[in-house]
């Protein structure tokens, strides 16, 4: 039975044909023989599993998926603070009742709460660390060898893939169970190209059905960026470089992500996840922390600020709004506001108010009086309009009569117009987040139309690869909002401020101030041929006279 058993291990793992073997000496040795020969199911590798002291390892600032807030995470990057002090800052911030750092701890429950929204990881960094700490680290962290040159005689190690285990060994440590302050590893060599990191970490976002929807956001940008700069090609001729269409990129985004995870993604849903990426850096930390679905978010992105988006975050955040939920939120019909409530309102205004009212009611039932006695009435009061008092209150009240009047015909008035694309000034606020600023210094040196405007920004996008990738995000948005407008979507109108000056009668020129993104839409649609868009509809909240003396 031992060398039964000696000769089964010796020939496990060989690849010696029968006829270099000696004759087996039983049925269970011919077996072991002929298992040398076939696929076994698994091969060796040369990855081995290390212990790592955490200090020793820093988290990529590229990946895909941001666990801390945006500026615990540019501190960490930036080597202002170390992670170790980033965690405890996060969890003193949990204490203060932060919501952004008690969503990523996992102390308030996280939405969506309807079967028609994706599925989402629900556990926060506590549960993790909880089964970590119960049952040990199930999957080591991925690992790269660097060179630190700040400690050249210093092995160090930067983060490939684990990033939310990595943080919980930090919170168990931080919590005083200092027997987590090394991490199970696997180390691997840093490759030469990085893009192979990158793709590593794309392959494993898309594949992941729990994956938030800005990660996957930002994982389908670099993969657009890369295929960007893979899809160029020189025009024939000339010294420029053309580059794909969004359009097209976007195809090829969808079919990159089919790729990794058999499952189709249109170009238009491609376009959605991208446009999530203009959020403003708060929102996108408590969009994150939140772990919010893209369904949730698209109407979100139809607001005009970043104030109004962010606020409606938080309500879905409180409230575990559905993604239908928000829709209604967001395309309800806003109530009009009377004209003596758009104020805050003293106890004299209110006073004021009921007297009015209450004088409009006591008119209305004179004016509704049977026609006799309509007559008698006025006849009356003219017999009384023979003194001078009476006279006098009686041409006082016409006077009010007649002012209160006026006013309500203004308010009433709508201050919804169409206004020609020629008569906004081009918005350069919304360019300046996504352009050097010498870039920006050129349209403010100019006097360019927004049509002018956006062609050179096109022109920039092709033949500039670091200005291309820049301007991505406000490529995206305004895309995004010209779908919306060409399908006729509800959409929040732009709200514009009109200057006349005295001088030119009726001209009037216009300064967004908020909606950008619409304006833009339009100017990309005219751009596109669609001259029905040269029209744009807007809220107008004021006129202002300038005199140029």
């Not at 931080?174 to 190209?193: A, H, M, W």
């Amino acid at each position: 039975m031992a060398k039964r058993k000696i000769n089964i291990q010796r020939n496990l793992g060989t690849r010696t044909t029968l006829l270099e073997q000696t004759a087996p000496e039983s049925v269970i040795d011919q077996l072991t023989s002929t298992m040398s020969g076939v696929d076994i199911g698994f091969r060796p590798t040369d990855q081995r599993v290390y212990e790592i002291n955490l200090d020793r390892i820093t988290p990529d600032p590229t990946q895909p998926r941001h666990l801390l807030p945006h500026d615990l995470r540019k501190a960490v990057h930036e080597k202002t603070i170390s992670p170790a002090e980033a965690m405890q800052e996060l969890v003193l911030r949990a204490e203060r009742g932060d919501t952004v750092a008690l969503l990523i701890l996992g102390a308030r429950q996280k939405g969506p709460v309807e079967e028609e929204d994706e599925i989402v990881e629900d556990t926060g960094l506590f549960a993790l660390a909880q089964s970590i700490q119960e049952v040990g680290l199930r999957q080591p962290l991925n690992v790269y060898r660097i060179d630190d040159p700040d400690q050249p005689d210093r092995t160090a190690y930067r983060l490939g893939e684990g990033e939310r285990r990595f943080w919980a060994h930090h919170l168990l440590v931080q919590r005083g169970y200092s027997e987590f302050n090394s991490v199970k590893c696997i180390v691997e060599t840093l490759p030469e190209d990085e893009e192979i990191i990158h793709q590593r970490q794309e392959a494993e976002n898309a594949a992941r059905v729990d994956l938030p929807a800005l990660a996957r956001a930002r994982s389908m940008q670099r993969i657009k960026e890369r295929l960007n700069m893979e899809m160029r090609t020189r025009v024939p001729g000339e010294n420029t470089i053309k580059l794909p269409g969004s359009r097209e990129l976007e195809v090829m985004v969808g079919q990159r992500v089919k790729s990794f995870t058999g499952r189709a993604i249109g170009d238009r849903m491609v376009r959605y996840y991208l446009a999530l990426l203009n959020l403003s850096p708060a929102a996108q930390d408590l969009v994150e922390a939140a772990q919010l679905t893209e369904k949730q978010l698209r109407p979100v992105m139809r607001l005009s600020t970043d104030a109004e988006q962010l606020t409606m975050i938080q309500r879905i955040v409180e409230e575990k709004w559905s993604g239908r939920k928000v829709l209604q939120e967001v395309t309800a019909p806003s109530l009009p506001k009377t004209a003596l409530r758009e104020v805050a309102q003293t106890t004299v205004e209110q006073r004021f108010e009921k007297r009015v009212l209450d004088a409009a009611k006591t008119i209305h039932s004179l004016l509704s009086l049977p026609p006799e006695n309509y007559e008698d009435a006025v006849i009356a009061l003219a017999m009384r309009a023979k003194d001078a008092k009476t006279r006098q209150a009686l041409q006082a009240l016409r006077q009010t009569l007649e002012e209160v009047l006026l006013k309500a015909e203004d308010f009433a008035e709508s201050n919804i117009v169409e206004v020609s694309l020629l008569a906004v000034i081009p918005p350069l606020d919304a360019l300046k987040r996504h352009l050097p600023a010498e870039k920006v210094e050129i349209f403010e040196a100019e006097v360019l139309t927004g049509s002018q405007i956006l062609e050179q920004l096109v022109t920039w996008r092709q033949s500039d690869g670091v200005l291309a990738s820049r301007l991505e995000p406000f490529f995206n948005q305004i895309e995004f909002d010209a779908e919306a407008l060409r399908a006729g979507e509800p959409m929040p109108l732009p709200r514009l401020q009109g200057e006349k000056k005295a001088n030119y009668g009726e001209v009037m020129i216009y300064q967004v101030e908020a909606g950008v993104s619409v304006y833009w839409a339009h100017e990309l649609l005219v751009r596109r041929g669609e001259s029905q868009f040269k029209l744009m509809k807007a809220e107008i909240t004021g006129v202002t006279v300038v005199d140029e003396d």
